[in-house]
C-alpha cells in the first residue's frame, strides 16, 4: 500500500539554523504530496503542496521539491524562527478517487531564541 | 477562509458510554474525513463521506460509525466507548482541488 515516512522528532534547533525534515514516500503510481503544519493547540493546515515531479511547492520560507528518482519530498527552510515551532506532516494523495491523504508520523519542531 | 467547526475541544466520557463528535463546514465541500491522532503514529483515516448519505471506511473503522445527514454535516459515533478509543479526534473537508481542510481537534479521554 502507499506510505509516507518522515524523520523522527523533535528537531531542537535554534533561531537563524537551516532546517531539514526528511520525507520518503511509497506509491503505486504518481502521487500529490504535501506537507502539512499543526500548531500547537489548532488543527492541521497546509504548509504546501507539488503535484508532478520535480515541481517545488514554496510558502513562509519553507520549501519542497517532488523528487520522483529518489521517491523523497524533503522540507527546508533557510532561516527558522520561533513561531515555526509545531509538527509537521509530511503526507500524499493518489490523484484518482476519494482524495484520501496518507499521513506520515510527523515531526516536532522546537525553535530556541 | 474555509472554515471547519468541531464542536468540542475537549470531551470526558465513561467506558461503555456513546459518544458523538460532530463536524460543521462552511464552504459547501463534498468530501468530509474523520481522523483520530495519536503520538508516534500520525493521523490514521477512520471514515470519510462524499456526498450525503455516503460514507466509506477508512484503515480503522472498527467500533466508529459516522452520519453525514446534511451537506455540511458529519458525525462520528463511538457506539461504546472504551479506554483505547481516547485520543484527539480531527475532522476535513475537501472540494477537487485535492487540499482538506481541518478543524481544531477535539480531545476525547475515556474513563
Known amino acids: 500500500g502507499n506510505s509516507v515516512t518522515q524523520m523522527e522528532g523533535p528537531v531542537t534547533l535554534s533561531e537563524e539554523a537551516f532546517l531539514t525534515i526528511n520525507c520518503t514516500y511509497t506509491?503505486?503510481?504518481?502521487?500529490?504530496l504535501f506537507w502539512y503544519v499543526q500548531y500547537p493547540g489548532e488543527g492541521l493546515q497546509l504548509l504546501l503542496k507539488?503535484?508532478?515531479?520535480?515541481d517545488k511547492g514554496s510558502n513562509k520560507g519553507f520549501e519542497a521539491t517532488y523528487r520522483k528518482e529518489t521517491t523523497s519530498f524533503h522540507l527546508e527552510k533557510g532561516s527558522v524562527q520561533v513561531s515555526d515551532s509545531a509538527v509537521y506532516f509530511c503526507?500524499?494523495?493518489?490523484?484518482?478517487?476519494?482524495?484520501?491523504?496518507?499521513f506520515g508520523t510527523g515531526t516536532r519542531l522546537l525553535v530556541s531564541p | 477562509d474555509v472554515k471547519v467547526t468541531q464542536s468540542s475541544r475537549y470531551l470526558v466520557k465513561r467506558t461503555g458510554e456513546k459518544v458523538f463528535l460532530e463536524c460543521v463546514q462552511d464552504?459547501?465541500?463534498?468530501?468530509m474525513f474523520w481522523y483520530r491522532q495519536d503520538p508516534g503514529l500520525g493521523l490514521r483515516l477512520i471514515y470519510f463521506?462524499?456526498?450525503?448519505?455516503?460514507?466509506e471506511k477508512g484503515d480503522i473503522p472498527e467500533g466508529y460509525s459516522v452520519s453525514r445527514e446534511k451537506k455540511e454535516r458529519f458525525s462520528l459515533i463511538l457506539e461504546s466507548a472504551s479506554t483505547n478509543q481516547t485520543s484527539m479526534y480531527l475532522c476535513?473537508?475537501?472540494?477537487?482541488?485535492?487540499?482538506?481542510?481541518f478543524g481544531a481537534g477535539t480531545r476525547l479521554s475515556v474513563l
Open positions: 503526507a500524499l494523495s493518489m490523484n484518482t478517487g476519494f482524495q484520501k491523504l496518507v
Open positions: 463521506s462524499y456526498d450525503v448519505k455516503m460514507k
Open positions: 507539488a503535484t508532478k515531479a520535480d
Open positions: 464552504m459547501d465541500h463534498e468530501n
Open positions: 476535513a473537508s475537501s472540494s477537487g482541488e485535492n487540499i482538506q481542510y
Open positions: 506509491a503505486t503510481g504518481y502521487p500529490s
